[in-house]
């Protein structure tokens, strides 16, 4: 099967699309299919990486089923025989890909959690000392592992790059109470993550989630967790500090694109298929080493047709 690139399901039309998602409204759900695009700098490139989304899907899965109940999310089922409204002849190319949730009013903050330095918090740590706002140590380079991990939120753009912004910015838009829940909550969610990543092997550099409000007021995790495309991961034997590191992320993606002669806005380029297939195997390769031999083999099956 070619990318899933465009929203196709017979006879649902999105309400929402962003840059790798398409929201359907079931009235008292939400269906969120992943797609294969794929964006970086905020910018989705004209191309996809087919199957790319059932990778973001399952990671989602295997995340959401590991944090459990310390963090209760907004999943329903993974399975499209769960989704009536989905028609059996779109089965194939909707299959693990989908997630059935509760529907939700996201939060207009992303939460975005750092335990290096690197990406955005990096350049702003070289003009100024700071991420965010929150002052750090001199001498910090690259990669840097910082002397705490911190919480740094950002604004959500419709349209456009996002805004890294500060604490006290997060509270003016969600107010005092959800603020500091997000931050403990977020730090919370990230240390958990991280803990599991170091015993596969992985760093875990940095990570954004999202959070959403249910019909009884309850903040829950919202999106994807702890994905290739929301978190960069590392490989731990091979780090080392004053560098870019060997990643499991869009990072390759990335790289490629400063090579560019492009301003990072409007339209994204055409990536080459060398590109497309090497970021499709690191992210393959990242949910073997987090999730193990036989979640990949599963995931695998959903593939093959795009491999």
Known sequence: ????????????????????????????????????RISAFDVI????????????????????DYLGDEFPNHIISFDVEDVPEINKSD????????????????????????????GS????????????GIKLPEGLVESSKLPEVIFTPSTKAVEGHDENISFEQAVKIVGEDNAQWLKKTSLAVYEKGRAYAKSKGIILC?????????ANGNI????????????????????????????FDKQILRNYLETLDWDKNYPGPTLPAEIIEKV???YVEAVEMLAGTDFANDMKKLLVDYL
């Open 220 to 247: 829950v995790l919202a999106d994807e967790v702890l994905t290739p495309d929301s978190s960069r991961f590392w490989q731990a034997s091979l780090y080392q500090e004053g560098q870019s590191q060997d990643s």
């Open 1 to 36: 099967m070619e990318a899933y690139i465009k929203p196709e399901i017979t006879g649902l039309t999105p309400f929402y699309t962003g840059k790798v998602r398409d929201l359907y409204d079931l009235g008292d759900r939400f269906l969120i299919v992943a797609s294969d």
């Open 206 to 214: 940095d990570t954004k989630f999202e959070f959403g409000t249910d």
């Open 280 to 282: 499709r195997a690191r």
């Open 45 to 64: 490139m004209q191309n996809g990486v087919p199957g790319k989304g059932i990778v973001l899907t399952q990671i989602s899965k295997f995340w959401f």
């Open 91 to 118: 089965y194939a190319k909707l299959r693990g890909r989908i997630m059935l949730c509760k529907k939700l009013t996201i939060l207009p903050v992303e939460c975005i959690v750092r335990g290096y330095l690197t």
């Open 121 to 132: 918090g990096l350049k702003s740590y070289q003009k100024d000392g700071t991420v965010c």
